[in-house]
T-cell receptor
Framework: KQEVTQIPAALSVPEGENLVLNCSFTDSAIYNLQWFRQDPGKGLTSLLLIQSSQREQTSGRLNASLDKSSGRSTLYIAASQPGDSATYLCAVSGLSNFGNEKLTFGTGTRLTIIP | DGGITQSPKYLFRKEGQNVTLSCEQNLNHDAMYWYRQDPGQGLRLIYYSQIVNDFQKGDIAEGYSVSREKKESFPLTVTSAQKNPTAFYLC?????????????FGPGTRLTVL
């Protein structure tokens, strides 16, 4: 059974700093990994999608890496801003025990950028 | 603007009542999904549909039902058989298969059982 872990559960950093969020998964047989952002009481916003054949993806100040063999992904945020404060979730896609396609989500890291 | 809409934003239900949550998308996506989010837990899949008139149970389908009569719409009914329905419900869609395509989410419906 796939399990996705995000540590730490919460993180506070001063504005302007670069930071890294971590995601680990137990089954390396994934098809892709997706990073999302969720603001309080809102839906999820897709940030980056990394296919299993890729090592990283970049969008603006965000860079996500994937090491499938070790079951790890990182989300790097450069020059953090107060607007980056949110909960960040990662999810991996794969097959369930019944052969169904599914995303398995981590519980997220709640990020607070201190002005 | 293309996107996913969910209604209502907040929903209150008395015990023993069935309620239906709406999800509509105009992204021309084939696949649609329903998730439940509880504090301290990751999103859990309730039902998903990869094509019109077809849907599959997810990890926690008991007490829920869905229909997919139109490509754009995937309503979720929370029945009285669901033991603990108070949660935040999220609808999502993807172009086709979740294995290779990015998944997009609606704004969510918060259901509270009184």
């Amino acid at each position: 059974k796939q399990e996705v872990t995000q540590i730490p559960a919460a993180l506070s950093v001063p504005e302007g700093e670069n930071l890294v969020l971590n995601c680990s998964f137990t089954d390396s047989a994934i098809y892709n990994l997706q990073w999302f952002r969720q603001d309080p009481g809102k839906g999820l916003t897709s940030l980056l999608l990394i296919q299993s054949s890729q090592r990283e993806q970049t969008s603006g100040r965000l860079n996500a890496s994937l090491d499938k063999s070790s079951g790890r992904s990182t989300l790097y945020i450069a020059a953090s801003q107060p607007g980056d404060s949110a909960t960040y979730l990662c999810a991996v896609s794969g097959l369930s025990n019944f052969g169904n396609e599914k995303l398995t989500f981590g519980t997220g890291t709640r990020l607070t950028i201190i002005p | 603007d293309g996107g996913i809409t969910q209604s209502p934003k907040y929903l209150f239900r008395k015990e023993g009542q069935n309620v239906t949550l709406s999800c509509e998308q105009n992204l021309n996506h084939d696949a649609m999904y329903w998730y439940r989010q509880d504090p301290g837990q990751g999103l859990r899949l309730i039902y998903y549909s990869q094509i019109v008139n077809d849907f599959q149970k997810g990890d926690i389908a008991e007490g829920y039902s869905v229909s997919r009569e139109k490509k754009e719409s995937f309503p979720l009914t929370v029945t009285s058989a669901q033991k603990n329905p108070t949660a935040f419900y999220l609808c999502a869609s993807s172009r086709y298969r979740v294995l290779v395509n990015e998944q997009f989410f609606g704004p969510g419906t918060r259901l509270t059982v009184l």
